[in-house]
């Protein structure tokens, strides 16, 4: 399984992005996708959820409004940005599993695959 993230850069304060996460050998379609960020200094935090067989999304409240996470094919899930402030500034990573195991959907422990990153620079 691969999951691998695109779309970051630098943009001003107010801009958006879309950042896309494919996956390889890894359906979509059934499981959960996440979004998490780290800043420098900083624990990782979950961004935002899809349970991609329901379409049920959760979001981190500081992203609440800004930010809406979707499923794109059966190989892509998406994080459109928009209303960027500075503190959003930090790598995004795409998180995958196909099982809840309880517990909050931000709990990191809760994906088994992870994406290497890509990075958004808000200023």
């Known amino acids: 399984v691969q999951l691998v993230e695109s779309g970051g850069g630098s943009v001003q304060v107010g801009g958006s992005l879309t950042l896309s996460c494919e996956a390889s050998g890894y359906s979509v379609s059934k499981g959960y996708m996440a979004w998490f960020r780290q800043a420098p200094g900083k624990e990782r935090e979950g961004v935002a959820r899809?349970?991609?067989?329901?379409?049920?999304t959760y979001y981190a409240d500081s992203v609440n409004g800004r930010f809406t996470i979707s499923q794109d094919n059966a190989n892509t899930v998406c994080l459109q940005m928009n209303g960027l402030k500075p503190e959003d500034t930090a790598m995004y990573y795409c998180?995958?599993?196909?099982?809840?195991?309880?517990?909050?959907?931000?709990?990191?422990?809760?994906?088994?695959?992870w994406g290497q990153g890509t990075q958004v620079t808000v200023s």
């Open positions: 899809i349970a991609t067989g329901s379409g049920n």
């Open positions: 998180a995958a599993d196909r099982y809840w195991y309880g517990g909050s959907w931000s709990d990191k422990g809760q994906y088994t695959y």
